[in-house]
């Protein structure tokens, strides 16, 4: 008895994983608010949290947190007149505004999740704001959860949720998709929000862990998402396609201690398999028909090392003339580094350390640490040991995990015991 | 909803940087929000050499000065209050504004609807 009590717990668990963004969004889109909304929906949760145990879960858990939570928002409303107010304001003025429901058709309940996305990523809130928000309501992270995620206190990332919410409300950010005039540009917000939950996943800003796989996997899951609910955006297809062919490779990316390894050292055997092998049917998507955006060209260099059996026998002139396109794209010095780092390997560190020295006064470049990294190890491989050790320090310096730290370390050791 | 649309201009050693856009740019883009429906009210402001700053300090002294703070890096050039049903719609006719264009910046500000009871 007790087993099958655990198991109808973890199905619940499963079902309101799965249907929190749903039924916010649902929520936000009948009633306009995000905090009427959230809080009606933990109400319908905590209801179901105390039925579903005795009386099974429903065969449609979805219509069933949906109804639970309008009809506390409906009592709520009825004892809140100055709330039930402003919402009716709100629904008056969004009548002006034109806008049509999503549909879904093989669910039980219309998606509106593609709205919230727009919403929670809209341009006019702050960048960091955006991916909180959109891990937040959409992935249904808790706010102690955002916290971890984002490696700030709750107290702080609590009072950045508020105010956050605070200027959709007040400013009235809308609920709805864009428009085809407006969509090609409100969507690289939204794919950059994903994104940079992704990053902070695989490549964590500080800490103790290098990577944080269960953010990079709540990445992935808004990003399928997003591909399946904008099947004709390539873009969404690129974004998908890049993380799942950057995250096939974290087994093999730490050793059994947490150490950092390389692509050049990772025991490409670790690879997964399966997820590159989606990730490249994506690619193709995301690379067919008109100029390519800077998501597929990243997913398709992914993909070229995610191909190559060794460093060696990398195509590194096609990754070269892909971050030649990815430059012509995003104009930014971090590509630049990157591309520098890939001529490395095609022409010889020469080649590659000339490059690293253009861009030695560009300020954005500034408290990045892989560009004294990348000189590091190109300075290396020259023989020229002395300032190798000094562009580590300067990495040193500027580096934000421990293992990376670590390496970096064990690096600078290497060229100064010799 | 209302929105007002303040146009910025950036202003080097005192003076205005030329924005670009002519009169006839704004006369356009008034009667656009007249026929669109949605202008409330707005002003252009004049230059500021007709500008003077008050101060009451605690005491209750006034202080009269010639001009804006000294520090002023921008300068407030006119503004439109405009209803719209939400703020894609006000930062829509925020970007369409002669205002928007060069150096110069629209600062797109809710108005803050507060009920007073008389």
Redesign the interface.
């Known amino acids: 008895m007790p087993d099958e009590r655990a198991a109808v717990g973890s199905s619940v668990e499963a079902v309101f994983r799965e249907e929190r963004g749903r039924l916010l969004a649902s929520l936000v889109r009948r009633f306009g608010d995000l905090d009427l909304a959230e809080e009606v929906a933990s109400e319908a949760i905590e209801a179901a949290l105390t039925h579903w145990p005795t009386d099974g879960v429903p065969s449609r858990p979805g219509a069933w947190l949906l109804t639970t939570a309008r009809r506390r928002a409906v009592d709520r409303l009825r004892r809140d007149r100055v709330l039930a107010t402003r919402l009716a304001v709100l629904r008056a003025e969004a009548e002006r505004a034109d806008h049509a429901p999503p549909a879904d058709a093989d669910r039980d309940l219309p998606d509106d999740r593609l709205a919230l996305f727009f919403t929670c990523a809209h341009p006019a809130l702050a960048a960091p704001d955006r991916a909180a928000l959109t891990v937040r309501f959409l992935a249904g992270l808790t706010t102690a959860e955002v916290a971890r995620a984002f490696l700030v206190p709750p107290a702080t990332m609590a009072q950045r949720l508020v105010r956050a919410k605070r200027k959709i409300r007040d400013a009235r950010i809308p609920f709805r998709v864009p428009g085809d005039d407006e969509l090609p540009g409100r969507l690289p917000t939204v794919l950059q929000a994903v994104y940079s939950i992704f990053t902070e996943g695989y490549a964590a800003s500080s800490g103790p862990d290098l990577q944080r796989i269960d953010l990079a996997e709540e990445a992935i899951r808004l990003g399928r998402i997003l591909r399946r609910l904008l099947p004709a955006e390539r873009e969404a297809a690129g974004l998908l396609g890049l993380m799942l062919l950057v995250h096939a490779r974290r087994d093999a990316r730490t050793g059994p201690d947490g150490a950092m390894i390389l692509l050049d050292d990772q025991d490409r055997g670790r690879w997964d398999r399966q997820m590159i092998e989606e990730g490249r049917g994506l690619v193709v998507v995301a690379l067919t028909g008109r100029a390519p955006g800077p998501y597929a060209v990243q997913a398709a260099i992914a993909a070229l090392h995610d191909e190559a059996p060794d460093v060696a026998s990398t195509d590194w002139p096609q990754v070269v003339a892909l971050y030649d396109v990815l430059l012509g794209l995003v104009p930014s010095p971090v590509v630049a580094l990157n591309r520098a780092a890939a001529v490395a390997m095609r022409d010889g560190p020469e080649a590659g350390l000339a490059l690293l020295d253009e861009l030695a006064d560009d300020p954005r470049l500034r408290g990045h640490h892989p560009y004294p990294a990348a000189r590091a190890d190109l300075l290396r491989r020259l023989g020229r040991y002395d300032e190798a050790a000094a562009a580590y320090r300067s990495a040193l310096t500027l580096v934000g995990t421990e293992p990376e730290r670590a390496y970096l370390l064990s690096q600078l050791k290497a060229v100064t015991s010799g | 909803?209302k929105y007002m649309l303040l146009f910025m201009s950036p202003m080097v050693d005192g003076e205005v940087v030329d924005k670009g856009c002519s009169f006839e740019d704004w006369i356009r883009y008034d009667r656009e929000m007249k026929d669109a429906g949605v202008w409330v009210s707005g002003h252009p402001l004049q230059d500021l050499t007709t500008c003077t700053t008050v101060q009451v300090s605690a005491g209750g002294e006034r202080t009269i000065t010639d001009g804006p703070f000294a520090e002023t890096r921008e300068l407030l050039g006119g503004y439109d209050v405009i209803d719209v049903?939400?703020?894609?719609?006000a930062?829509e006719w925020a970007a369409r504004s002669p205002g928007a264009a060069g150096p110069g910046s629209v600062q797109?500000r809710?108005i803050a609807e507060i009920d007073v009871q008389v």
């Open positions: 909803m049903p939400d703020l894609d719609a930062l797109v809710p």
